[in-house]
């Protein structure tokens, strides 16, 4: 699919416009968020335009004078196009572009384009490629009466609609064929997912926010070497590291796509299951960029997407990240969650407090065991040095006395004599 700015012409310079129906600081802020989706895309704001309303209109989106508005702005800023910060309905989308006449595009199809542009893996391309494809059916549904009315009068087929009618049929062939394809990578990743619950290792699921230090902070963990940037949608493909914790007991971390505000629907979709992740994880990890000034809405974001990925009963650790650039001395809160710790991903503070955090739940999911193994059963010591913590471990004339936290599923197996 082609690339919403093209890079290789002329400078995309465009009017980021939003319509704001109650709390204009958060329009505002939503706004500064699309320069910066837009910027990651490759394109340049030239302005930014509020229309204070009761509600989006339903038919062009921003009222008459509103447009009128724009249209001049548009002229006297030479610019190439529009975005609005809302996905625009096909009518919208359709009737705005007759009445600007320019370039309309809306936050869905950027967030789409950074997308593309990001997916390295075949299944992050699958994923992207069906989430596009999904919302251009849906607009090209819209596009029919338009295009045929340019094709001739009443009652006339269009040569415009013959083609999307060809256009759709292709459209649903190719859908069809991605879910089958997405069907078989998610096989595969739950024949991985069975390995590693068979291994007994826990795992953790770094999620938070775009932009927030997921990545850096696996990084800083574990070396993973993945890319970190001060760019929107930075990861899109899921990473998995082994850390080894103090004690010895392994735990799996994985980073994952970010989270932002009014993400696709078709995304969210398509996403499900790098998205679900966090869904099979033993623990998450929700990284807080605590120098944001948006950061209560975007802790919100978070845990509502969460809750539509019916990500629930999950312990939670609030990771307040960015420690050091936090200029106010505040203390962070989040009432949601049970854990909290302070860390600087890139410096390094707070990261034991975090690992020590990280043990602790772990041990208080673990069952303690004291006994005496007779020394046929030394492989039993084995299990739990592999899987549990030991504590101590005695040789006496009758046997092994050891204390140790051991996983509750194996408890049993190791109590018996055999
Ligand atoms: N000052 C400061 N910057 C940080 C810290 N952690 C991360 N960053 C910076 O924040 C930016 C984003 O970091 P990433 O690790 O890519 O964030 P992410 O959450 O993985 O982002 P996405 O993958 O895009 O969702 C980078 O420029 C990092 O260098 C920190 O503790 N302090
Ligand atoms: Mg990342």
Redesign the pocket.
Known sequence: MAELFDMKEIEERVILIAVSTDDEDDTRASLDELEELVKTAGGITVDKMIQNRERIHPGTYLGKGKIDEVRERIWELQATGVVCDDELSPAQLRNLEDALDTKVMDRTMVILDIFASRATTSEGKIQVELAQLKYRAARLVGLRSSLSRLGGGIGTRGPGEKKLEMDRRLIHERIGQLKSELEEVKRHRDVIRKQREKAHTPVAA?V?????????????LTDAG???????????DPTTRNLELESGQQIMLT?????IRKLPHHLIEAFKSTLEEAKYSDIILH?V?C?NPNMDMQMHVVYETLRELKVEDKIIVTVF?????KEDGEFPRDLQSDYQVQ?????G?GVPELLDTLEQILRSQKVYLERVFSYQEAGKIQTIRKYGELLSEEYQADGIAVKAYVPAELFGSLIVTK
Do not use: C, H, M, P
């Not at 990240?321 to 650039?325: A, E, G, L, T, W």
């Not at 860390?343 to 410096?347: E, G, Q, V, W």
């Open positions: 770094i938070g926010y775009t932009n927030a230090g997921k990545s850096t902070l696996l990084n800083r993945i890319l970190a940037e001060d760019k929107l949608f930075a990861t899109l980073d994952t796509v970010g989270f990284v960029d120098s990240n960015k420690i050091d650039q860390i600087s991903a890139k410096t503070a």
